[in-house]
């Protein structure tokens, strides 16, 4: 990209120069994190006065409706634009058709409309995949050991309207079934709802970073040692994740994510300069547990890892990150 003379050649250009010092530092600093970049994913399960531990992610909690509304509540008044809820629901309401997901009443709508009164200007994002509501552990329903498309597809349209219904802002697909950003779509332009939008896991691959997550959703044990392989992406595939991310754009999707992140970096790089559209990263649990774990073995700086791992996303040229740091790294943010 740059000739030798646009290079400078050492000893006239010295690179530490603007190195020296912090104020310098900052001036040609090429990114910057701030809170408008954290998307803040929430567990959230049945009861009241509920701070349950994950214990495969230290630090977070599973939140009842109430204490849901107040640690959101923390997040917005640190400015973190927006959460994203994906429930814990009890195991006798799972079931091989998923039918608790478009359930109005359900766990997510409920979390929805409890935050959305307390705090409208804060945005919410919902999870659309059938997982947390599967007997099977599945994102899709399962037929003679398959994860079906065409049908699930039509179940996540029922799910994510019963979500914008409920008041959700944003609908985050996170199924990887093909088609369904443009049945979502047309399912809630029809309903009327032409102001929710679409941010798609376009690019989500079929990671073992995500075991913490399903311990914390309790869709491990539904999913019985299986995996995600017939629907999410091959982590060995790259071009593939721009087929996904440019079928998702012409389906309708409004914002695009890559997933999961920092072992993924490539790929958000290669979407935001191919697309140049609304790109975001997910830090997944598996990401953050394997930071917490060095942190709380003293073997890893909180603070540093954490902004760095942030700034890493941005670098990227990610437009905004999904992490269960958020709320910490937005007191940090603050306190400057
Ligand atoms: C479910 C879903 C998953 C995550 C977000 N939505 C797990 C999976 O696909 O099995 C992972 C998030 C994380 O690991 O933090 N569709």
Same mark, same amino acid.
């Given at each position: 990209?740059?000739?030798?003379?646009?290079?400078?050649?050492?000893?006239?250009?010295?690179?530490?120069?603007?190195?020296?010092?912090?104020?310098?530092?900052?001036?040609?600093?090429?990114?910057?994190?701030?809170?408008?970049?954290?998307?803040?994913?929430?567990?959230?399960?049945?009861?009241?006065?509920?701070?349950?531990?994950?214990?495969?992610?230290?630090?977070?909690?599973?939140?009842?409706?109430?204490?849901?509304?107040?640690?959101?509540?923390?997040?917005?008044?640190?400015?973190?634009?927006?959460?994203?809820?994906?429930?814990?629901?009890?195991?006798?309401?799972?079931?091989?058709?998923?039918?608790?997901?478009?359930?109005?009443?359900?766990?997510?709508?409920?979390?929805?409309?409890?935050?959305?009164?307390?705090?409208?200007?804060? !945005?919410?994002?919902?999870?659309?995949?059938? *997982? &947390?509501? +599967? =007997? /099977?552990?599945?994102?899709?329903? $399962?037929?003679? @050991?398959?994860?079906?498309?065409?049908?699930?597809?039509?179940?996540?349209?029922?799910?994510?309207?019963?979500?914008?219904?409920?008041?959700?802002?944003?609908?985050?697909?996170?199924?990887?079934?093909?088609?369904?950003?443009?049945?979502?779509?047309?399912?809630?332009?029809?309903?009327?709802?032409?102001?929710?939008?679409?941010?798609?896991?376009?690019?989500?691959?079929?990671?073992?970073?995500?075991?913490?997550?399903?311990?914390?959703?309790?869709?491990?044990?539904?999913?019985?040692? !299986?995996?995600?392989?017939?629907?999410?992406? *091959? &982590?060995? +595939? =790259? /071009?593939?994740?721009?087929?996904? $991310?440019?079928? @998702?754009?012409?389906?309708?999707?409004?914002?695009?994510?890559?997933?999961?992140?920092?072992?993924?970096?490539?790929?958000?790089?290669?979407?935001?300069?191919?697309?140049?559209?609304?790109?975001?990263?997910?830090?997944?649990?598996?990401?953050?547990?394997?930071?917490?774990?060095?942190?709380?073995?003293?073997?890893?700086?909180?603070?540093?890892?954490?902004?760095?791992?942030?700034?890493?996303?941005?670098?990227?040229?990610?437009?905004?990150?999904?992490?269960?740091?958020?709320?910490?790294?937005?007191?940090?943010?603050?306190?400057?």
């Amino acid at each position: 990209m740059f000739g030798p003379l646009v290079a400078g050649s050492f000893p006239q250009t010295r690179l530490r120069r603007n190195r020296r010092d912090s104020w310098s530092r900052r001036l040609v600093a090429e990114n910057v994190l701030t809170t408008a970049d954290l998307i803040w994913p929430v567990f959230v399960t049945e009861g009241s006065g509920q701070h349950v531990p994950v214990p495969s992610m230290p630090g977070v909690v599973r939140y009842s409706l109430d204490t849901l509304v107040e640690a959101v509540g923390e997040a917005r008044d640190l400015d973190i634009p927006a959460v994203a809820l994906f429930p814990s629901v009890a195991a006798e309401l799972k079931t091989p058709d998923a039918r608790e997901a478009v359930n109005p009443d359900n766990l997510v709508c409920r979390a929805v409309r409890a935050l959305k009164k307390a705090y409208p200007d804060l !945005g919410v994002v919902c999870d659309v995949a059938l *997982d &947390p509501f +599967n =007997s /099977d552990g599945h994102d899709g329903l $399962v037929v003679d @050991d398959y994860v079906v498309n065409d049908e699930s597809v039509d179940v996540l349209c029922r799910q994510a309207l019963v979500q914008a219904q409920a008041g959700c802002d944003v609908i985050a697909p996170s199924d990887m079934m093909d088609g369904r950003i443009k049945a979502i779509r047309k399912t809630l332009d029809d309903a009327g709802l032409i102001h929710v939008q679409i941010m798609s896991y376009a690019a989500k691959y079929a990671s073992a970073f995500y075991g913490p997550f399903r311990d914390a959703l309790g869709s491990n044990v539904a999913l019985k040692g !299986g995996n995600k392989k017939t629907y999410q992406m *091959d &982590p060995a +595939n =790259s /071009d593939e994740a721009l087929r996904e $991310v440019a079928m @998702d754009l012409q389906e309708g999707a409004d914002m695009v994510m890559v997933k999961p992140g920092m072992p993924y970096l490539d790929i958000v790089r290669r979407v935001r300069e191919t697309f140049a559209v609304p790109t975001f990263a997910y830090q997944v649990s598996g990401e953050y547990a394997m930071l917490k774990a060095a942190i709380n073995n003293g073997w890893l700086d909180n603070d540093k890892v954490m902004m760095e791992s942030l700034m890493a996303f941005k670098r990227a040229g990610a437009d905004g990150v999904l992490t269960y740091f958020a709320v910490e790294a937005a007191k940090l943010l603050k306190r400057g």
